[in-house]
Nanobody, 119 residues
Framework: QVQLVESGGGLVQAGGSLKLSCAASGSIFRFNTMGWYRQAPGKQRELVATISSGGTTNYADSVKGRFTTSRDNAKNTVYLQMNSLKPEDAADYYC?????????????WGQGTQVTVSS
């Protein structure tokens, strides 16, 4: 059973920073990709950033240059450093891990952590 536990959310003023963590149960080498998604009230869940097992990163245009995702394989943890936060970044942030085995894709989600940005 894969468990992903996010932490680091909270309240921050616009222009401030937060660092989210996602701790996985077991080795994160199992996952082809890990990533961060967010969902604001009344909106669909959207991709924020992903990082592959090889370290390749991908970002939504809205966060490029402000957010950075990284991974610490020894700690089985993925991070999302969020700088220059804007009110529109406020959302519940979810950690995602995907594993591909043959023709089957397995996706796992954390419980989410709330980020609130005051203007």
């Amino acid at each position: 059973q894969v468990q992903l536990v996010e932490s680091g959310g909270g309240l921050v003023q616009a222009g401030g920073s937060l660092k989210l963590s996602c701790a996985a149960s077991g080795s994160i080498f199992r996952f082809n990709t890990m990533g961060w998604y967010r969902q604001a009230p009344g909106k669909q869940r959207e991709l924020v950033a992903t990082i592959s097992s090889g370290g390749t990163t991908n970002y939504a245009d809205s966060v490029k240059g402000r957010f950075t995702t990284s991974r610490d394989n020894a700690k089985n943890t993925v991070y999302l450093q969020m700088n220059s936060l804007k009110p529109e970044d406020a959302a519940d942030y979810y950690c995602n891990a995907e594993m591909i085995r043959g023709a089957t894709r397995y996706a796992y989600w954390g419980q989410g952590t709330q980020v609130t940005v005051s203007s």
